[in-house]
């Protein structure tokens, strides 16, 4: 902005300042409604919705959804999106903050004396599709499948590994045949052809990246992992 | 002007320069009236001593603030023409962390941060304390609502281009401001302990590993041990209650002193009239302002 549109500005703004009602009380009223509503919707939604707690946490169950809080679903939708591993890092960090920094120096490049919305073409675009993209994945992330479920014949030796497999959440991450989400884990359904049974044990029990460890699982139950996925050819 | 004799005189507004003095200011003050006939009964000078009360008591204050310029300065200043309900976003956005900070305060009277406590302390809360599930219901909820409206302000503020000249300062710290909400919400989801608030943070704390040079240490830190456990439940405990709240608290009242230092900005698609001596418009500006020692808004017109 050059001094002249700054100097215009303060100008323009005094004059609109000069027509309008004092903060008190007339700002102060509407301020006041708007708090009065929502601390209503926060006390209603307590009284409606309640504050149940899950089971207790426990570092060797197998049952549990790791989801987030439903405002971080984009950032964890984020990851499904970009799934190949070297490119992870760009997903969970490398993306939210390029974000956050365009985010924070907006003002020291979006420096037009323009302000009206619509004479701003290209911010008001970036804005509405950052917004559109985030309920999108938010969408994505409130409606994925039951990670606690699978649907699928296996031999009967295989019986136990699959409900180890279903019970401690894999398919929050993984897909496996028809059931789970497609990331932001590697897809399950062949992965014997990729990974032998000692690097499947292995992966699991470290958590490489962004997956949990699992090595408090009882070792059998593991063994029986193990047995379940690397059968998957 | 009746709600102008409600207000004790210290914070009542200041009459415009040039305006006749005082004529629609309220009465004058006792000692230059004519002087009562009679002496009045102790009855009567107690109730008048004790009607002046407040205002003593607020010129008693101000003698050694001199905080009613700024106060009034605050209260009188003009809105500009045109401000609408998209303009009480961000006294929603207070409201709500104000709801989050003392129902957090309640719920800290009775949670315990301890890995092997926390959430018998949470169904203690839920189950025995007196309008307990309310008040963690209010805290639960209350972070959705603030993540709300802190997204709906920050939008009211892009879409209207309220980011720019002068304002740029404010909206780097609203910026901050909404990362240290977003941090408040990732480390208060870990505590009531439960299946889902412990894996999900086992799982956003690992996705901190991932990042980049930092990651490693970023997620270290946050874990304090090499299992999320005790260590980490009191790292996030002392994280969600002093550190972030404190930052918050002071980042806001630097918020909002530059809201009321530079003004909230007119809707942009409103133009003033221009008067035809556009020319004189500092100098009003100059005659307007500065009726205080210290005028708030003196700054805008720099």
Not at chain 2, 121 to 130: E, K, L, R, Y
Not at chain 2, 171 to 187: E, K, N, Q, R, S
Request: hydrophobic residues 45%; glycine residues 8%.
């Amino acid at each position: 902005m050059k001094p002249a549109d700054k100097q215009a500005y303060l100008e323009e703004y005094e004059l609109l300042k000069k027509k309008g009602k004092p903060f008190f009380p007339y700002a102060v009223l509407k301020d006041s409604a708007m708090m009065l509503v929502v601390v209503g919707v926060i006390i209603l939604m307590s009284v409606l919705l309640g504050a149940e707690q899950g089971p207790k946490a426990d570092p060797t169950s197998t049952t549990y959804v790791p989801r987030p809080e439903w405002y971080f679903f984009f950032l964890f939708e984020l990851l499904r999106v970009i799934k190949p591993p070297e490119l992870v890092p760009i997903a969970t960090i490398g993306i939210p903050t390029i974000c956050m920094v365009l985010l924070l120096l907006l003002p020291f490049y979006d420096r037009g004396p323009e302000r009206n919305p619509i004479r701003r073409p290209i911010a008001t675009t970036a804005g509405c599709i950052t917004i559109a993209a985030m309920a999108y994945l938010s969408y994505l992330g409130a409606t994925g499948g039951s990670p606690t479920e699978i649907d699928m014949k296996v031999a009967p030796q295989y019986e136990a590994g699959k409900e180890v497999v279903a019970g401690s959440g894999c398919l929050a991450c993984h897909k496996l045949g028809e059931n789970g989400n497609n990331g932001p884990g590697p897809e399950l359904t062949h992965i014997a052809q990729r990974i032998p049974r000692a690097a499947i044990l292995r992966s699991v029990e470290i958590g490489p990246g962004i997956m949990p460890s699992f090595r408090d699982l009882p070792p059998k139950k593991l063994n029986e992992l193990a047995d379940f996925l690397s059968s998957l050819d | 002007m009746k709600l102008d004799s409600l207000i004790p005189a210290p914070l009542r507004k200041p009459a415009k320069p040039g305006a006749s003095n005082g004529a629609a200011k309220g009465p004058a003050p006792a000692d230059l009236k004519t002087a009562p006939a009679e002496r009045p009964s102790d009855a009567q000078r107690l109730g008048d001593r004790a009607k002046d009360a407040p205002a003593d008591v607020l010129a008693w204050v101000d003698q050694r603030t001199a905080a009613s310029g700024f106060l009034t300065g605050m209260l009188y200043r003009k809105v500009p023409k045109g401000t609408n309900w998209f303009y009480t976003l961000g006294s929603a956005t207070l409201i709500a962390f104000v709801s989050q900070a003392i129902t957090g305060v309640f719920l800290a009277m009775f949670y315990t941060p301890s890995a092997t406590q926390a959430y018998a302390s949470i169904a203690h809360i839920n189950n025995d304390v007196f309008l307990g599930q309310l008040v963690h219901g209010m805290h639960k909820w209350g972070s959705s609502v603030m993540v709300i409206l802190v997204f709906l302000h920050m939008g009211r503020t892009f879409f209207f281009g309220a980011y720019k000249y002068p304002r740029e300062l404010n909206w780097v710290i609203g910026v901050v401001l909404l990362i240290l909400t977003m941090t408040m919400a990732f480390t208060g989801y870990l505590l009531p302990f439960d299946q889902r608030s412990f894996w999900a943070s086992v799982v956003g704390i690992n996705i901190n590993g991932t990042g980049p040079v930092v990651g490693p240490y970023l997620s270290d830190f946050l874990r304090a041990g090499p299992e999320l456990g005790a260590t980490t439940l009191s790292r996030f405990y002392a994280i969600h209650m002093l550190l972030v709240p404190g930052a918050i608290i002071a980042l806001i009242g630097a918020h909002m002193y530059l809201v009321v230092k530079l003004g909230t900005t007119a809707p942009p698609w409103l133009k003033a009239d221009k008067p035809k001596v556009a020319a004189s418009v500092s100098q009003l500006d100059a005659g307007v302002e500065g009726n205080g020692a210290a005028p708030p808004n003196g700054a805008s017109a720099s």
